[in-house]
């Protein structure tokens, strides 16, 4: 098992720049890919981006790419999503997710591939 805690939604306003954070815990973190998605009310649960174990890979929506940027700290057990240029179109509950495929590959933009997940923290953007 591996426990997942997200941190760091707030409220903010358009423009400003958040950084959340997801701690792990349980079973060893450097195995596993980790993803960001994100879910507005009465909307489905979208990717966000993904980063590899070793870190050395990434993949993000279009949406925020260029604005977001996402890492981790294996020595840390925790990743996080660094936010630039909000927008509130952007308000949602973040979610963290973690996924032990043995390679790194697009499927990670899909949510039912990862094996574990947060309860996610609320990000609200004011215009």
């Known amino acids: 098992q591996v426990q997942l805690v997200e941190s760091g939604g707030r409220l903010v306003q358009a423009g400003d720049s958040l950084r959340l954070s997801c701690a792990a815990s349980g079973r060893t973190f450097a195995n596993y890919h980790m993803g960001w998605f994100r879910q507005a009310p009465g909307k489905e649960r979208e990717f966000v981006a993904a980063?590899?174990?070793?870190?050395?890979?990434?993949d993000y929506a279009d949406s925020v790419k260029c604005r977001f940027t996402i890492s981790r700290d294996n020595a840390k057990n925790t990743v996080y999503l660094q936010m630039n240029s909000l927008k509130p179109e952007d308000t949602a509950v973040y979610y963290c997710?973690?996924?032990?495929?043995?390679?790194?590959?697009?499927?990670?933009?899909?949510?039912?591939?990862?094996?574990?997940w947060g309860q996610g923290t609320q990000l609200t953007v004011s215009s």
């Open positions: 980063i590899s174990w070793s870190g050395r890979t990434t």
């Open positions: 997710a973690a996924d032990s495929a043995p390679f790194f590959s697009r499927s990670l933009t899909v949510p039912g591939e990862y094996d574990y």
